[in-house]
């Protein structure tokens, strides 16, 4: 931009006023900058300030040992060993649905139930099939519908039962039948054993809407010679022999029913904890794992 002069070289007045205008539109443009970037800094920071913050509980709610073993007595079948046996694999939560659930006493035959999935077991045997266990006929069998065990499943697991022949390595195998949507006992012809045991529960506690259940147990069989018990104290199976000169029974009890078992073993006794979580009111399994 030119500069207007006067006579004697300086800027004239009409220049002077002009540089005086920017300078107070510059002044002006910084103060309003400043305003608008306070402005939007606060903004900002009452949004922080107002959005909500998820902090998770960290802390450890104990639980009253009574209260976590009725949670986790829903999911034992008989013998906590089970648990550990099955690792609560799937065909195991399959037959704990069954177990919980009411029968009907049908009338089916093998073929009606399984069609052309099963074959004759055995020689010159018209009357039992063998569909990854024996079905007899002849008899009216328990059946289980789909729906009344799904119903119990969701319970215990939160979602769908697998619609397939559930069938865990120490007990009894229940069939799925497509043809009639539903599970028949059928025999496995195995004859396997569940141990007798003694459990404990170390620790219950709450933690970020979850149940954590610490236990540990021994499961014990009579022993191949004379009338003592034998304790088996983890999956490999090792064996440690706690008497030798009393009767089965009077150790039985006396095992089931001594804490002093578990004080005096409990750097070999493995332990484990199964967690529970919170769906609608009630507890759902979440996971079981080996802690020791």
């Known amino acids: 931009m030119g500069v207007f002069k006067n006579d004697v070289g300086r800027p004239s007045n009409k220049t002077i006023m002009i540089r005086n205008i920017f300078k107070v539109i510059g002044v002006l443009l910084v103060i309003v900058g400043v305003f608008i970037a306070g402005y939007y800094f606060k903004g900002n920071n009452n949004k922080t300030k107002n959005k909500p913050v998820i902090v998770k ?5 104990i639980v009253n040992i009574d209260e976590a073993k009725k949670e986790l007595d829903r999911f034992v079948y008989g ?3 089970n648990i550990v046996e099955t690792q609560m694999n799937d065909d195991y939560k399959g037959y704990l649905a069954i177990s919980k ?5 049908k009338s ?7 069609g052309n999935d099963i074959k004759p077991f055995g020689e010159d045997d018209g009357h039992s099939w063998d569909v990854d266990g024996v079905c007899y006929d002849g008899e009216d069998i328990d059946f289980y519908e789909y729906e009344t065990v799904n119903k119990e499943y969701e319970k215990l697991f939160g979602n769908n039962l697998p619609k397939k022949t559930i069938n865990p390595d120490f007990m009894t195998i229940y069939a799925y039948s497509e043809l009639k949507n539903g599970f028949t006992q059928l025999s496995c012809e195995c004859g396997d ?3 007798s045991e003694a459990n404990k529960i170390y620790e219950a506690y ?3 809407n979850e149940l954590h259940i610490i236990f540990s147990l021994i499961p014990f069989l009579p022993k191949n010679e004379g ?7 983890d999956s490999k199976k090792l064996s440690y022999s706690i ?5 089965y029974d009077e150790v039985n009890n006396k095992i089931k029913n001594s804490n002093e078992l578990f004080e005096k073993y409990k750097d070999e006794l493995p332990k484990y904890e199964f967690v529970l979580i919170k769906k609608e009111g009630s507890y759902i399994y979440k996971s079981f794992n080996e802690i020791k």
Do not use: Q, R
């Open 79 to 81: 013998n906590y060993f």
């Open 227 to 233: 009338n003592g018990i034998e304790a088996v104290f």
């Open 193 to 195: 054993i569940t141990p």
């Open 206 to 208: 709450k933690k970020n």
């Open 57 to 61: 509980n960290t802390k450890k709610e």
């Open 243 to 247: 008497t030798s000169d009393i009767e």
């Open 101 to 105: 659930s009411k029968s009907k006493k």
């Open 108 to 114: 089916y035959t093998c073929k009606e139930m399984f």
